[in-house]
């Protein structure tokens, strides 16, 4: 020991105890960590936002909305991998929250009115590849909620009701009712979320901007990790764990 010489990136040491006579050189570089790339996708035939989405990538399904300034939309379109094809409009146009497949869609609540009107919804439409059907009304409508899971097993939290207040409601949907579910710590709306009722993720939101990342297990909620940056009007995708 005692013979180091040189820089972090360019160094040697030689020689150390019992008379060793080798020398060893060392070189390193900083690792870089390269994100994800992104790639373009086939463009939607009809440009809107805060519908309700559900699906994979190559079987995706976009459901309602609204575009700009506020013109409200029913149309469902599909998504392959490639393109966007039309498919039957849900009977109500309206944004909203989504859940499900692309052979098993689910939109519920939304509005198709400025915040505060009479038209925060309370219905639920349910997609089977081809056609809408009516399905379970939420008991409390409300509008810019999180929602994810499946047609039989989605969950509606939170979101703000027609008198534009943010709320703490929770409502679970089993393919035909809602029931009332245990409440958000906070009234929030907004975010985005993933998972299924029984492993829930909902994370950022509107009321005001938030960071905060909640986790449910259908009995109650904990705080996961914070968003590195506080933001709404999220779109969220996967598991609770993913």
Do not use: C, H
């Amino acid at each position: 020991g005692n013979s180091p010489s040189g820089t972090k990136t360019d160094a040697y040491f030689s020689g150390g105890q019992s008379g060793v006579l080798l020398t060893e050189e060392f070189n390193t570089s900083a690792n870089v960590i390269t994100a994800a790339a992104w790639s373009s996708g086939g463009n939607l035939n009809t440009a809107r936002e805060m519908g309700g989405v559900a699906g994979t990538t190559p079987a995706g399904i976009y459901m309602a909305g609204k575009t700009y300034p506020n013109t409200y939309r029913n149309e469902t379109e599909e998504y392959n991998g490639t393109s966007w094809a039309e498919q039957n409009n849900v009977s109500t146009a309206r944004t909203a929250a989504g859940a499900g497949t692309q052979t098993a869609g689910l939109i519920f609540g939304g509005t198709n009115g400025a915040p505060g009107s009479t038209g925060v919804q309370s219905a639920t439409e349910e997609y089977d590849g081809s056609s809408w059907t009516n399905g379970g009304s939420l008991s409390a409508a409300r509008l810019n909620m999180y929602g994810a899971g499946l047609q039989t097993a989605a969950f509606g939290a939170g979101g703000i009701i027609s008198t534009n207040a943010a709320v703490t409601t929770v409502e679970d949907y089993n393919g035909s009712t809602w029931t009332s579910g245990t409440a958000m710590p906070a009234a929030q709306q907004g975010g985005g979320s993933a998972g299924l009722p029984s492993a829930r993720l909902v994370f950022g939101g509107y009321s005001p901007y938030s960071a905060v990342t909640l986790e449910g297990d259908g009995e109650g909620w904990t705080a996961g990790g914070n968003m590195n940056q506080a933001r709404g009007i999220l779109a969220g995708f996967g598991s609770q764990t993913d």
